[in-house]
């Protein structure tokens, strides 16, 4: 055993006893143990045409505070701080109803329509082209879902071509007479979305059907396209479902999606949520596990290549959605106010991320502004709410590789759950490990030994989120304040605060 002294702290960096009598915790990170690469993907972002995600949230043409494609200047400059990879859009349920040529060419002859699935008008200003702008703006892949309700396979091979397309052929001159004569690239296209669900206007509850239906779009998208990575729609909890659509789907399905919502103000059940998705993702990992890795007999009549990586999950849609309150405009306009609890479990969620790794192909938080929202706007500017921060700590400090790492600690009063919550990545071949600690304690300050074993690591940087409460929040009506209190660490602690996310990151010293 050798203890290491770094900057004053002791971190105990090879294989020893784990609990001291004064350390109530032990931290365990096992850095000749990486696992699976952690895709950088994960950190994505979706805006639906939902209330005031994107008229009103991200687009905002007219306003003093909108550059000159009308993408709103502060919101941008946040956007950038979360960094996404990667952008979905239309939808979400949207999707459903969206036809895409009514958001292409000059601007006045756009088509306005109800929107049927979440109210009020669409004015179709926010279109493909705009789509694309914004997501060079920001640095991230588009990712499109199509419209399997009301529109047709066709349809949708009319859109990869519309943006993918080479050839001197209709949709591809098109958008060049629309100002833009390289091919937009879109890479990740959905097939629906949440296609078992009823109540909305979908049409293919049935997976049996909804496989069939799939089929035909999948072939008529990559034929456009050979090399588009399809997600199909599947579902968090559904066997049935998701057995039937990947037997049949899956030697072109890159992806099956799944959503996850959590929506409670108990902060114990909300814990016990994230907790039982961290078990679900063991069962999603037996039911891709059977999948093979590259189909095998795949017709070359189909003139597509069939899928050559294993089926990844696509977590879509993930977030925090508890109704809201006040009736059912609020209801409908997904507008929520996130306090720190929220925060939170939010960097545990990222944690259960990482443990499973090897099965997510990418995640993208719904949804990006104003509507159950990282960012939240009015027209005089806009906020950070608390679930922004560990959403940007994480993408900027965690690393590409998740590492094996255990922590015992005590329990959260009157719950099975532990009170830390931890997970490691390791960056670029093991140079730098970060471990991510969450002391979900709303009062107690926790003491954790951490042991460093398969590696000479020294402490290079840290950071600390909390706040003053588990309920504080975050106002569009106080821009200025931010109840979030960040602060670098000069030095690891050796005592998890109260309600804090913590991200330790070490370099090796070899
Ligand atoms: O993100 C809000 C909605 O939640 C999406 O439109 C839908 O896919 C999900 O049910």
């Known amino acids: 055993m050798s203890a290491h002294i770094s900057r004053g702290i002791a971190v105990v960096l090879a294989s020893t006893a784990l609990v001291a009598a004064s350390d109530p915790a032990s931290i365990t990170v096992q850095a000749d143990k990486p696992g699976a690469r952690i895709e950088p993907m994960l950190y994505g972002q979706f805006i639906e045409h939902l209330g005031r995600c994107i008229n009103g949230g991200i687009f905002e043409p007219g306003s003093p505070l909108a550059d000159e494609n009308g993408f709103r ?9 979360l960094n996404p990879p990667l952008l979905r859009w239309p939808g979400g349920t949207f999707t459903k109803i969206y036809h895409w040529q ?23 200003l926010f279109g493909t082209d705009e789509f694309i702008r914004y997501c060079r703006a920001i640095n991230a892949e588009p ?17 990869v071509e519309y943006c993918n397309g080479t050839g001197n052929t209709h949709y591809a001159n098109l958008r060049r007479k629309h100002g833009f004569p390289e091919p937009h690239g879109v890479k990740f296209w959905g097939l629906g979305n949440e296609e078992e669900a009823e109540p909305d206007c979908g049409r293919l509850q049935d997976p049996a059907e909804y496989a069939k239906v799939a089929w035909q779009f999948a072939k008529l998208m990559k034929l456009q396209d050979p090399t588009i990575k399809v997600i199909v729609a599947g579902v968090g909890n559904n066997t049935n479902w998701n057995t039937t659509v990947l037997k049949s789907l899956h030697p072109v399905a890159d992806f099956i999606s799944a959503h996850w919502y959590f929506g409670t103000t108990d902060y114990a059940n909300l814990l016990g949520r994230v907790a039982a998705f961290d078990q679900q993702l063991d069962d999603y990992a037996a039911f891709l596990g059977a999948f093979p890795t590259e189909p095998k007999g795949f017709s070359h009549w189909y003139r597509f290549p069939p899928r050559q990586a294993p089926v990844k999950l696509a977590i879509d849609e993930w977030g925090l959605w508890n109704g809201g309150a006040g009736g ?5 306009n997904l507008e929520q106010t996130y306090n720190w609890q929220d925060a939170l479990a939010v960097a545990s969620w990222l944690n259960a991320m990482h443990r499973h790794a090897d099965i997510i192909g990418f995640a993208t938080w719904a949804q990006l502004a104003n509507v ?38 005590p329990l959260l009063e009157g719950t099975t759950l532990p009170s830390l919550d931890v997970a490691a990545t390791c960056h670029d071949q093991k140079k730098s490990l970060t471990i991510a600690v969450v002391n979900r304690h709303a009062t107690q300050s926790i003491p954790a030994r951490i042991e460093i074993t398969g590696g000479n690591y020294t402490f290079a940087d840290g950071h600390e989120l909390t706040a003053p409460a588990m309920l504080a929040a975050n106002s569009v009506a106080r821009p200025a304040e931010d109840c979030v209190q960040s602060r670098p660490l000069p030095m690891p602690v050796r005592e998890f605060a109260p309600r804090s996310i913590t991200l330790l990151i070490f370099q090796t010293t070899r």
């Open 143 to 159: 990712y499109i879902s199509v419209n399997m309700g009301t529109g047709s396979a066709e349809e949708a091979a009319n859109w």
């Open 328 to 332: 059912r405009e609020v209801l409908w």
């Open 73 to 81: 200047r502060d919101v941008l400059e946040k956007v950038r701080e």
């Open 102 to 124: 009514d958001g292409i060419g000059p601007k006045a002859e756009r088509r306005r329509r109800p929107n049927l699935i979440w109210g009020g008008e669409e004015d179709n």
């Open 372 to 409: 159950i929202a990282p960012i939240q706007s009015d027209r005089n500017g806009s906020v950070r709410q608390t679930v922004f921060h560990p959403l940007a700590l994480y993408a900027k400090h965690c690393g590409n590789q998740a590492v094996a790492a255990r922590c015992d600690s």
